[in-house]
C-alpha cells in the first residue's frame, strides 16, 4: 500500500530565502508525482506534475524532482515571497494507473516579511 | 464558466439526513473523484470513477453513494449523515489516469 509522507508538517523562513520542502514515498512504482498548494479555505492549485520518466520539472520559480529509486521528490522553491505562505501537499499516483492520488499531510509554509 | 464547479459552498445538516453534494466538470474529463480533508488525516478517497456509469470505491466509501450518468457530472450522496462525516469535501477531476488533476473549490459539510 502506497503511503506518501512529508516533512517537516510547518515550516517558517523569511522571505527571499530558498527553501526545499520533503516528499518521501513508500512504493517506488509509481506512475507520476503531482505537487499542489492549498490557501486556507481554498481547494487546490496544482503546481507541477512530474511523469514518472521524468526527473525534474520547473515552472517560475518553482522546481520539483523525483527519484523513483530512493522513494523521494522535493519541491524548491527560490527567492520565497510572503505570497508563497500556503500548505504544500505532494501526492503519488498509484502503480496501478487507475488515476487515484495518495496524499501526504503537507506541509504549512510561512514567509515572513 | 469553464471549470470544475462545487455545490453548495456550504451545508449544515441534521444527523440522519440524506444530503447531496454536487459536482460539475466542462472539460469531458474522464476521471472524476471525491475526496474528503479532515485534520490529522488529510485528503482521503471516498470514490472515483473512470467514465460515465462506471465507478468504484475509494479508501474511505462507507456511508457515501455516487453516480454518474453524465460525464460532466459526478454527485456524491450521503445517504444517512453521521456527525464523523463532518468535513471539507473536494471534487476532483483528471483527463487521463497520469494527468495533472483539477480541484473544486469544495464544500464544507457540517453535521450537527
Known amino acids: 500500500k502506497q503511503e506518501v509522507t512529508q516533512i517537516p508538517a510547518a515550516l517558517s523562513v523569511p522571505e527571499g530565502e530558498n527553501l526545499v520542502l520533503n516528499c518521501s514515498f513508500t512504493?517506488?512504482?509509481?506512475?507520476?508525482l503531482q505537487w499542489f498548494r492549498q490557501d486556507p479555505g481554498k481547494g487546490l492549485t496544482s503546481l507541477l506534475l512530474?511523469?514518472?520518466?521524468?526527473r525534474e520539472q520547473t515552472s517560475g520559480r518553482l522546481n520539483a524532482s523525483l527519484d523513483k529509486s530512493s522513494g523521494r521528490s522535493t519541491l524548491y522553491i527560490a527567492a520565497s515571497q510572503p505570497g508563497d505562505s500556503a500548505t504544500y501537499l505532494c501526492?503519488?499516483?498509484?502503480?496501478?494507473?487507475?488515476?487515484?492520488?495518495?496524499f501526504g499531510q503537507g506541509t504549512t509554509l510561512q514567509v515572513k516579511p | 464558466d469553464a471549470g470544475i464547479t462545487q455545490s453548495p459552498r456550504y451545508k449544515i445538516t441534521e444527523t440522519g439526513r440524506q444530503v447531496t453534494l454536487m459536482c460539475h466538470q466542462t472539460?469531458?474529463?474522464?476521471?472524476m473523484f471525491w475526496y474528503r480533508q479532515d485534520l490529522g488525516h488529510g485528503l482521503r478517497l471516498i470514490y472515483y470513477?473512470?467514465?460515465?456509469?462506471?465507478?468504484d470505491k475509494g479508501e474511505v466509501p462507507d456511508g457515501y453513494v455516487v453516480s454518474r450518468s453524465k460525464t460532466e457530472n459526478f454527485p456524491l450522496t450521503l445517504e444517512s449523515a453521521t456527525r464523523s462525516q463532518t468535513s471539507v469535501y473536494f471534487c476532483?477531476?483528471?483527463?487521463?489516469?497520469?494527468?495533472?488533476?483539477?480541484f473544486g473549490s469544495g464544500t464544507r459539510l457540517t453535521v450537527v
Open positions: 476532483a477531476s483528471s483527463l487521463d489516469p497520469g494527468g495533472g488533476y483539477t
Open positions: 512504493d517506488s512504482a509509481i506512475y507520476n
Open positions: 512530474i511523469q514518472s520518466s521524468q
Open positions: 501526492a503519488a499516483h498509484g502503480s496501478s494507473n487507475t488515476g487515484k492520488l495518495i
Open positions: 472539460w469531458s474529463h474522464s476521471y
Open positions: 470513477s473512470a467514465a460515465a456509469d462506471i465507478t
